[in-house]
């Protein structure tokens, strides 16, 4: 068929046009665009969608040049786009990281633990950095001391859960010099034993800084590796249909050494994911002076469709409080930082720049609420400035008035996906069951775009969080939000494109598939639209399309891609487990049940074969653990 279309056709408007870099057909295209919700071919040339229509649309677009791609009848949709994600420093940190992200059983994780600190090299460590959660385990816990210091006796092994805890071995509490005398900083823990010596666990008491400024105490990558540790982040984000971020910056993200990696991506041409990036100001006592002279150098805007600069946040003045430890009790917030704030924000609204701001509960966001009110009570806070609230678990109906009021959006992520039973079990089910609000952000026609606040606690699996705006349920099966707080899939699918897109000034670029915009589109898996809720978080991508470049393709599609670069270091749990952990969907067949049910029977007659050889009741000649473990865990 395509090779008797005529060459730089003749549109049936009759105008000649140029052929298209990349059509995509025989997909069923939800668009997002209102004026035209479906269709079945996509074609994009210079990166931009020249046509959404159908076969008979596609004679004028194909050229000897054009690669057609069949989608074999799978959903299209537009690129996600994750409205907070830490991607930057995710990237960094990537290819060090052991992800357990999606993992089914602690017996699974603790296995991956075992081989992966058995190749570590000396002088590095094994960290399991966010992305689960005890409730996700078939054990429904989280591992001890004991065990990591089993699997792992020479090696550093440090294990970050959520805001809340970190659990090291006896070789990291070594490796980072905890001793008896250590003194934990305000707001955070080190657990004693009887002996006054630190038992391995960390506590976010209610501060996470102790845990973080630990972790910090690890071997990072060379710059080298962490370009390349960027590229694979990446490409496991594209893996999921992601075409574009809105980073967030965060704690131990330094502009502009920590942004050498994508901007260097970025000049080389070789991003294969959209970055808007907002600055977060370091030191506490030191906000104003850099954001003094980042507003004085650069401007929101500045870059390019693949890397830009989108304002200020989502920290703007160090305030001690907010801390999102669902386990501990709600901060009492001290205003000393108000000052600070509005100080901060009357220079960047005074300089044209937006900005996002991190707030978890209604209290801080009432106090922000009166630092803005102030600021426009003397004309200091125009309309049309772009700014918005992220997470906003508890903000009440009164302050989403107050926001509408000031013209400003939320972005919301699905962390209580992850840690919605710690917040059910203090604040009560049905707190928990709107929080957020969205379906009353949605109602007051604010601009609410989603996201993930990966990596160090959500998963960055959109999925997942696509999965919880539609059923609203933990990644235990809890469930959380009630019926009407919770959101259709098409719904959930615009706050995951076009919401994220207007987020960063781009409502008109990306976001839907349109002529004219980007041509950036996911071919499905499995069928959003109509797979069980609870299978959504079980959907990837085939085939990710960025600007028309096949950035990721898999399944049919497997070799389109350009190829990836080797992992370095060589040693990386990613070149073994790769990122997030695929499973089959619940929803699947008997069969896919059973090798399930096969599976989890191998493993536990391992363990107790294990426990068998510690014991001396049984040889420990035969490989058999490998072979067991392998079968499970591929
Ligand atoms: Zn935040």
């Known amino acids: 068929m395509v090779n008797t279309m005529p060459v730089g ?66 959903r299209v949709v537009p690129g996600l786009n994750d409205s907070h994600l830490h991607v930057i420093r995710g990237g960094l940190n990537y290819l060090l990281e052991l992800r357990w992200d999606g993992v089914p059983s602690l017996r699974t994780a603790l296995w991956m633990l075992r081989e992966q600190a058995k190749r570590t090299p000396e002088g590095q460590w094994v960290r399991v950095v966010g992305g689960w ?20 006796p020479d090696t550093p092994v440090f294990v970050l859960h959520l805001y809340q805890s970190a659990i090291l071995n006896r070789a990291a509490v070594r ?69 574009s971020a809105i980073d967030a910056g965060g704690g131990f993200q330094n502009f502009p050494e920590n942004y050498a990696a994508v901007l260097k991506l970025a000049e080389r041409g070789e991003l294969t994911l959209r970055i808007a990036y907002h600055l977060f100001p370091q030191a506490a006592g030191q906000e104003l002076d850099d954001l ?45 930082a108000d000052g600070e704030l509005e ?12 900005f996002r701001l991190h707030a978890t509960y209604d209290e801080t966001i009432r106090a922000n609420l009166d630092v803005f009110e102030r600021i426009a009570a003397d004309g200091g806070f125009p309309r049309g400035v772009p700014w918005f609230f992220d997470h906003a678990e508890t903000v009440s109906p009164a302050g989403l008035d107050r926001i ?28 928990a069951a709107d929080a957020p609000p969205i379906r009353r952000m949605l109602e007051r026609g604010l601009l609410v775009a989603a996201g993930t606040d990966a990596t160090r606690v959500s998963s960055y699996n959109p999925w997942l969080s696509l999965e919880w705006l539609v059923r609203g349920r933990t990644v ?10 919770r959101v259709d899939r098409a719904t959930a699918l615009r706050m995951y494109t076009a919401a ?111 426990w068998r050889i510690t014991r001396g009741f049984a040889p420990d000649n035969a490989p058999a653990h490998e072979i067991f473990d392998a079968c499970f865990v591929l």
């Open 343 to 354: 100080a901060a924000v009357r220079l960047l609204l005074d300089s044209g720049w937006g």
């Open 476 to 485: 235990g099966g809890r469930l959380l939000a009630a019926e009407e707080n």
């Open 500 to 610: 994220g897109a207007r987020l960063s000034g781009e409502g008109e670029l990306k976001g839907v598939l349109r002529e004219g915009c980007y041509g950036d589109l996911a071919v499905l898996s499995e069928d959003f639209f109509t797979v069980p809720e609870e299978d959504i978080s079980h959907i990837e991508s085939l085939l990710t399309v960025v600007g028309g470049r096949i950035v990721y393709a898999a399944g049919e599609f497997e070799g389109l891609a350009v190829p990836l670069h080797t992992i370095e270091p060589s040693w990386s749990p990613v070149a073994f487990y790769g990122g997030f952990h695929r499973t089959p969907p619940p929803g699947g067949s008997d069969g896919v049940r059973q090798g399930r049910a096969v599976a989890e029977a191998a493993a536990e007659s391992e363990e107790h074969r294990q």
């Open 133 to 152: 959660t005890g409730e996700q385990f078939a054990e429904r816990r989280l591992p001890t001391v004991s065990e990591l210091n089993a699997a792992a």
């Open 175 to 243: 490796a980072v010099g905890f001793s008896r005398d250590s003194v934990a900083p305000p707001g955070g823990e080190i657990v004693r034993g009887h002996s006054g010596e630190p038992t391995g666990v960390l506590l976010a008491a209610p501060a996470a800084g102790l845990l973080y400024s630990t972790l910090a105490k690890g071997p990072s990558l060379a710059e080298e590796q962490q370009l390349g540790s960027t590229r694979h982040f990446l490409h496991e984000l594209n893996r999921f249909g992601l075409t």
């Open 404 to 431: 509408a009021a000031l013209g400003g959006a939320l972005s919301v992520q699905n962390r209580m996906m992850f840690q919605g039973s710690a917040f059910s079990e203090r604040y009560g089910p049905s707190a």
């Open 9 to 74: 056709g003749i549109a049936r408007d009759g105008e000649a046009r140029e052929p298209a870099d990349l059509v995509v057909r025989n997909g069923r295209v939800h668009t997002g665009d209102p004026a035209r919700p479906t269709a079945s071919v996509v074609a994009v040339r210079d990166g931009r969608i020249t046509l959404v229509g159908d076969d008979q649309d596609l004679p004028s677009h194909v050229g000897p040049g054009t690669r057609v791609v069949d989608a074999l009848n799978r």
């Open 292 to 336: 003094r002279r980042w507003t004085a150098t650069t401007r929101p805007g500045d870059g390019d469709e693949w890397l830009r600069l989108n304002g200020a946040g989502e920290n703007l003045a160090w305030s001690p409080a907010d801390y999102e430890n669902f386990t501990e009790p709600r901060p009492l917030r001290p205003n000393q």
